[in-house]
Every structure is written in C-alpha cells, then in structure tokens.
C-alpha cells in the first residue's frame, strides 16, 4: 500500500486530504515547562484530536490516538507517531497503565498501543529498523497488559472496563456529566449517585461514553470488545517472545484461553453476533454493537463466525454508513448507539473484512465513510467527530459533535488508501 501520501496525486486532487495534509501540523503540540494540560508535561511532541480553538479536544487521549496514528503515518509523519507512542511509554511507566487522557488518570480506555506499536514498526519495515525501540514498547505492553489482566479481571476469567476513582469522584461524576448528558435527576440519595457513578465511570473507560450496551451496569459486564484487544496483546507478544527471550508458551496459553472463553460466553449462535457477557447474571447483553466486530479486527473470531457477521451487517448499515448499533428503543438519547457513525468503528470494520478476506465489503463501507465525509467537509469546509448514518449530517446524541482532525483523518486516509489501491488491482486484472 502507499505509505506516503503527500507523494501520491490524490493528496492534492482529493479536497479532504489535502485539507488534512495542510492542517495535521496545527494539532500537534509540545508542551514547554510548565504548559502542560492539567500541569502534567508531555516529554514528547504529541498529537490531540482537535485543532485548538476549533474543538474542545485539544489535550493527549488513549485511544483516539491509534486512529490519528493512521493518517500521520500516512501523511510522512512518522515521527510523530513515534512520539505518539513514547508519550503512552513514559504514561505506562509513570502510572502502570495508559490513562484516558492526560491528567485524567482515574481510569483507561480502550488499549489500542498494542496495534499502534504493530502498524508504526509495519511501516518502518520491522523491529530491525530501531531494536531498542522495539524492546522498549515490548516492555511497556507487557506492562500495560499486565494492568488489564490484574486490575479488571472478572470471575468469567475475561475482563471487565473499570476505574479506580473513590466515592467523592463517583457522585461528582453522578452530579456533573451524568446530570448533563444523560439529563437524569440530580435528586436521589447520595449511596445510589455513588453506585450509578461507578458504572458510568467504568462505561467511560471503554470509549463508548454512553451506550446502552451495558444496561447502565457497565461494571457487571466483561466487554467484547476489551477482551479482543487483548487477545491481540497475548497473540502478539506471544509471537514477539523468542527474540525478547521471553515465555513464549505461557503468552500462547493465555491467548487460547481467552478466546476459548469469548466464544463461550460472549458467541450467540442463534444470532450470529458476538455480545458483550453480563457475568454477574449469567447471560449475554441485549444490545448488539460493531464492538462485537472487534474479534474480526484482532482475529479472535472463527472463519465461520467472520461469515455469520459478514451475514448481519444490515443491521447496522444505512446509506451512509454504519451505525454503532441496529434501530432500538430510546437509542436515540446516547451517541454510542444508532444513528451514529464513529469513525474508529469505520475502521475496525474495514480491518477486520479484509482480514477474513471480505474487501467488497470492506470497499463499500470505506467508499461511504469517504463520500460522506468529503460531503461534509463541501458544507462545513471541516471534520467532524461522529455523523449521522441516516441523514449524512453531523451526528448528534448527548453532546454536539466536534469538529476533529484527529480520528476523522486517520480513518479517512485509511479508507481513502484502501480504495485508491482496490481500484489499481482491478483495473490491473
């Protein structure tokens, strides 16, 4: 694939990229002594998803960075995606995880440096290409790894999103952004705010503030998509473990056995989806979600399971693209539900098809994804954080979307890749 797409014509005949290509620099940022958001100073150059001034995102995140990484990588900012990753290594060292963003350290959010650390060694051709560095991130995802297994484990033996705030930081939450975005009553004892925070604070961990997903108790439910990624983590640092010298076997065993339990509990045959597992219940949630993909996109899933999902993509797929889940009651009122469009879930899909050898699926939904934004972008001349899959429109939900450089680019270089490169093989046929 192209890797470096100010080389390529279409940066300066696609309007989108072009307009990506000339702004990327303007969210990158270097916090000099002192200036650093909420007093923590970044040692490295790093990225946010939102051009100061332009949206309210302009600090260091987790896991949008992964998707941001896609279009600097794409966009000869290599470097930076470096810089990227160094900002989560010294995070990891300081704290024993990656916090949400920084100087928010009460919780994570999804673990995606295990697949940043892949893709950017992927397009500097190997570990070989900078060893010490290469033993440094190994080291720093074991580490991290190590934080998920301990810190969210679960009786199901898969994993669970948290946090680690105390009861003060549960009813605040309750108090300000629940009472806000979910427009809940501010008036109910103080030990039920407490225990609705703790949910909700865990839910804010998994990137998916808010879905109903988890029935409003995220803590009660091991994650699919939590459990994928780090099934990516076990299966990588497996694969990585001769040349670290490093228990090959005991990595390899760990990836057996969580997957082992994800098609046990989280499979529904009868509706060909992977569901998020309610262990304290004993049963599967009743809200599919694209985060049920994610075993596509970390190769957690069986070749028929793969085409099973292949199968349901209806449910989720309207005119200009995939919504984060099908049509349900009251879905309305949360931004990680239909009609939404997230562009890190564009992405995991589009992975994900490829993998298991779906590219006209995984064409069509990054030709969408790609048309809708670029319409976009003609009205608003910007990028925008979450869209409409009815309308094509800016996405509302709890919140009014930002306009965002961040993900919005890297998936859109992403998708735009993919179909510059389906159209050269087949016109190559």
């Known amino acids: 694939m192209t890797k470096n797409l100010p080389n390529n014509p279409c940066v300066f005949t696609d309007p989108v990229a072009r307009y990506i290509h000339e702004n990327f620099d303007r969210s990158i940022y270097f916090d000099e002594p002192g200036s650093g958001y909420e007093g923590i100073d970044l040692p490295y150059p790093y990225s946010s998803p939102c051009i100061k001034g332009e949206g309210k995102f302009s600090f260091f995140f987790y896991w949008d960075t992964h998707f941001t990484n896609l279009g600097l990588l794409r966009t000869n900012r290599a470097d ?15 704290y024993g995880y990656m916090p949400n963003h920084i100087g928010l350290d009460n919780r994570s959010q999804p673990p995606y440096l295990c697949r ?11 570990p070989a290409a900078d060893p010490d560095f290469f033993r440094q991130c190994a080291e720093g995802l074991r580490k991290e ?3 998920w297994r301990t810190a969210r484990s679960t009786p199901a033996g898969l994993c669970r999103f948290a946090s680690h705030h105390v009861e003060e930081g549960f009813e ?4 300000t952004s629940l009472v806000r975005r979910l427009r809940i009553s501010p008036d109910i004892p103080r030990e039920d705010k407490i225990q609705i925070g703790q949910h909700y604070l865990a839910e804010a961990e998994s990137g ?15 994650a699919v998509e939590l459990n994928a990624l780090l099934y990516e983590y076990e299966t990588t640092l497996a694969e990585w473990a001769p040349q670290l010298n490093w228990d090959q076997d005991l990595f390899a065993s760990w990836a057996k056995e969580r997957k082992a339990r994800m ?33 596509m996109f970390s190769g957690a899933a069986t070749p028929e399971q793969a085409q099973r999902m292949v199968e349901n993509l209806p449910l989720f797929e309207r005119e200009y693209g995939m919504a984060y889940t099908p049509e349900l009651p009251d879905c309305r009122s949360y931004q990680w539900a239909f009609p939404n469009i997230w562009p890190p879930m564009v992405s995991v899909m589009v992975e994900g098809l490829i993998r298991y050898g779906y590219e006209s699926h995984a064409r069509r939904l990054a030709e969408k994804y790609v048309a809708t934004t670029r319409s976009l972008y003609k009205k608003t001349g910007q990028l925008w954080e979450k869209i409409d899959a009815e309308t094509g429109e800016v996405a509302g939900g709890e919140y009014e979307a930002a ?11 992403q998708c735009l890749e993919l179909i510059e490169t389906s159209t050269t093989a087949t016109d190559t046929l």
């Open 263 to 295: 098609h046990r509990f989280m499979w529904n045959e009868e509706r060909g989806l992977f569901f998020d597992y309610d262990f304290v219940n004993h049963k599967q949630s009743l809200t599919p979600a694209q985060s049920g993909y994610q075993t």
């Open 80 to 94: 930076t995606a470096k810089n990227n990753i160094r900002n989560m290594l010294w995070l990891i060292d300081r």
């Open 172 to 175: 605040y939450f309750y108090n």
């Open 208 to 222: 998916s503030d808010f879905t109903p997903r988890f029935d409003k108790r995220c803590l009660d439910f091991c």
């Open 403 to 413: 306009p965002m450089i961040g993900w919005s680019a890297g998936v859109y270089l």
């Open 145 to 147: 790894y190590h934080f």
């Open 116 to 126: 940043m650390v892949k893709d950017y060694f992927t397009f500097m051709g190997g």
